[in-house]
């Protein structure tokens, strides 16, 4: 149907964001479903694998998940009911900790990892290395472009 300027609107699918969408939803899901499997949400695998680079202040850790405190917080208190990560009080100020990962959470990261590449595998491992490599910068760029800096988490 045309619209008012005699035009027939774009097709959805001739949109890159639809596409984008489609497969971005099915890689995540998928994601997801995995590591739910392990009992972790996506939330808590993102803070976990930021923990394996080093201990963190709870703000450290606000500002890497691009969350809200309150929402950084039910995230650590989730992984800390797990055992996966550990309270560390600063001896230079009582009201500071650090979070850092428990062997457990140790242990666990890399078999998260894992899966996250076998999905990534799934999704993109049809593709050339070079194809995987320019689709990965033209994702980068859009996101420079836009300042797009939250690390996704649901």
Not at 91 to 119: C, Y
Not at 123 to 132: D, I, K, N, V
Request: glycine share 6%.
């Amino acid at each position: 149907m045309a619209n008012r300027q005699g035009r027939k609107p774009s097709e959805l699918d001739a949109h890159l964001g639809f596409w984008m969408r489609m497969v971005s939803n099915q890689v995540s899901a998928d994601f997801a479903r995995a590591i739910e499997a392990r009992g972790v949400s996506v939330s808590e695998w993102v803070a976990l694998r930021r923990l394996l680079d080093a201990p963190a202040a709870h703000r450290d850790l606000v500002a890497a998940l691009g969350m809200t405190k309150g929402a950084a917080s039910k995230v650590a208190r989730s992984l800390e009911e797990k055992k996966l990560i550990a309270r560390i009080p600063d001896p230079a100020d009582g009201r500071a900790e650090t979070l850092r990962l428990t062997p457990a959470g140790e242990k666990l990261v890399p078999q998260l990892a894992a899966l996250a590449d076998a999905n990534d595998k799934r999704f993109f491992g049809h593709l050339q290395a070079s194809e995987r490599v320019a689709l990965c910068a033209a994702l980068v760029s859009i996101a420079r472009r836009h300042g797009m800096r939250a690390t996704p988490v649901d």
